[in-house]
């Protein structure tokens, strides 16, 4: 018997290929990073900037960006690999912006939910 995954589970096996993909990328530059699973359930990339702190780089697949807090720089769209690797290896090599690291939440959900009610 042929079980399919969900829609879920096939977002979620997406984005860790996407992020299992940045990640070599980004160690083939010297970039250290790590691919884990949250406490929460999501796949992120561990990236150590050039002062040794880390962020979270994530995916929002809705959007197509990898993301590592709320600001308008700390996005980039996936869909160019190649563009999406040299903007996060630049913010590594700068250092990560000081502070806690912002969490970006559109939750797309909750948007049309507002129309429908």
Known sequence: MHTSKTIREQQHAYAQ????????HLSQRDVPAVLIITA????????TDS???MRRVYVHLSFCWFYWGDQNDERVSFLQMAG??????????DGWREGEQGELSINLDRIL?????
């Open 17 to 24: 290929r996407l992020l299992s993909a940045l990640g070599k």
């Open 113 to 117: 939910d507002a129309y429908r009610g």
């Open 40 to 47: 929460d359930g999501r796949p992120a990339l561990d990236v």
């Open 84 to 93: 999406a690797v040299d903007r996060i290896e630049q913010a590594a090599r």
């Open 51 to 53: 002062r040794g702190r």
